[in-house]
């Protein structure tokens, strides 16, 4: 009985591992069949040496592996396995635009494939000009489609664009001013520089806008800030020219000036880069009028104090003011110019000027201009003389009396008063009596 019973244990065990081992080997059969696989035999490129810019051929030798023959793909007119190339990172996106992303046939005809022939197809890119000599990864994606719905997943398989060379490579360089150190209140200082291609390809309708970081460095003359170029071949240069003006508010230090390079290909694809260059600004002394003091009336002496502040950073020596007097003004100077000497950072220092206000000069506030000069810093090696058109403002409050009409009434009177004495006198000498 227990024999019997053994007998029907091992037989229920063995068919038990039949019916793993056949389901092993059906799932092993089944699985090639139910899913097909997209294969990379090779790739081609055209040029074989890329240079950013170029416009590439990518021809493409693919395969499908395993096609599911129980659904009868094979040979059917209602399935087509379709191909794409596209960019498979954020970097190849920026710089590698693809042309013709479902490419054109070779070798093989239609858009079918059958399990183990290799097809080429040909697809159109094109590589950024800035685009980097870097490997750009890209992805061929392939997918079946029965009557132009798509089934299952997409298959792909990845590779790389080797880009070897740069190709337009524009930038400034080699910058340099006239004169040679730049500080505030320099008006059409020279920059120049060079624009140079280092790349491996020719760039066309180049302009050039210079901009600063600072709204006191303009430009000297209208659209002096801009430049066209034109045409620049690979492994040239051209030289550049720009005139600024810096103004007296400009403070010392680095400021950085900006250029807008805007450029083409020789295929017409526009471009632009930005490029930021440093420039120093020197100190130097700044002398401004911080306070005038003086008034008179018109026909009298006057006596003016300006009081002249250096609010830069240097040293101002040898400080003189004159005044340029127009000859319309209703005044007149012995000494129009005053010595002050040193005056350092920070520091007042005093002009006192003398003059005489005409009778004609009308009651109200009159412009003086002021020229005022000083010798820069010498004990840093700054010997420049600098010169600051000033203002300063003197008031006529009215008309003064006139003496020489008080000294002519005063005359009068005294020779009247002398007369009318004389005539008194005479009449008391005629009227006494005369002695015998």
Do not use: C
């Not at 244990?9 to 089944?30: C, E, M, R, S």
């Not at 007296?248 to 390079?261: E, K, R, W």
């Not at 101002?316 to 005044?323: E, K, M, S």
């Amino acid at each position: 009985m227990k024999t019997k019973q053994n007998k029907n244990q091992n037989k229920l065990i063995y068919t038990q591992w039949i019916k793993v081992l056949f389901g092993a080997l059906l799932v092993l059969i089944i699985i090639p069949l139910s899913f097909s696989q997209l294969e990379l035999v090779n790739v081609y490129f055209d040029p074989a040496i890329i240079t950013a810019g170029d416009e590439v051929d990518v021809v493409i030798e693919y395969r499908a592996r395993n096609v599911p023959f129980e659904s009868n793909q094979i040979g059917s007119g209602e399935y087509t396995y379709q191909v794409r190339l596209i960019a498979d990172s954020e970097l190849a996106n920026e710089h590698i635009t693809i042309i013709d992303s479902s490419g054109k046939d070779v070798k093989g005809g239609g858009s079918g494939i059958l399990q183990g022939v290799t097809y080429n197809k040909v697809f159109r890119i094109k590589v950024d000009t800035n685009a980097q000599a870097l490997n750009y990864p890209l992805k061929l994606e392939g997918q079946w489609f029965r009557n132009n719905v798509a089934q299952r997943n997409t298959e792909f398989v990845r590779f790389d664009l080797p880009v070897k060379k740069e190709g337009i490579i524009l930038d400034i360089a080699g910058i340099s001013s006239m004169p040679n150190k730049i500080r505030p209140g320099n008006t059409e200082v020279l920059l120049q520089a060079h624009l140079e291609n280092s790349g491996f390809k020719t760039a066309q309708s180049i302009e050039i806008l210079l901009e600063s970081e600072s709204s006191g460095i303009v430009a000297s003359f209208s659209n002096n800030n801009r430049q066209w170029v034109g045409l620049l071949d690979e492994k040239t240069s051209k030289p550049l020219q720009f005139y600024i003006d810096v103004r007296d508010s400009v403070q010392a230090g680095v400021h950085n000036l900006y250029f807008t390079i805007n450029y083409k290909d020789m295929d017409g694809n526009s471009y632009t880069k930005n490029s930021t260059i440093p420039i120093i600004i020197e100190s130097r002394p700044n002398l401004v009028v911080t306070h005038v003091e003086g008034s008179s009336r018109a026909g009298e002496k006057a006596q003016m104090i300006v009081e002249i502040t250096n609010i830069g950073e240097d040293i101002a020596n040898a400080v003189d003011v004159r005044i340029i007097r127009d000859s319309s003004q209703p005044f007149a100077f012995d000494i129009r110019t005053n010595f002050i000497g040193q005056i350092r950072p920070n520091e007042t220092r005093t002009a006192v000027f003398e003059f005489d206000t005409l009778s004609s000069a009308e009651e109200k506030l009159h412009q003086f201009q002021l020229l005022i000069r000083a010798q820069g810093d010498t004990d840093k090696g700054d010997s420049s003389i600098y010169t600051f058109n000033r203002r300063a403002e003197f008031e006529v409050s009215g008309q003064a009396p006139n003496i020489f009409i008080t000294i002519g009434v005063g005359v009068v009177i005294i020779v009247v008063v002398l007369f009318v004495i004389a005539l008194i006198n005479r009449k008391r000498t005629s009227s006494s009596p005369q002695k015998k």
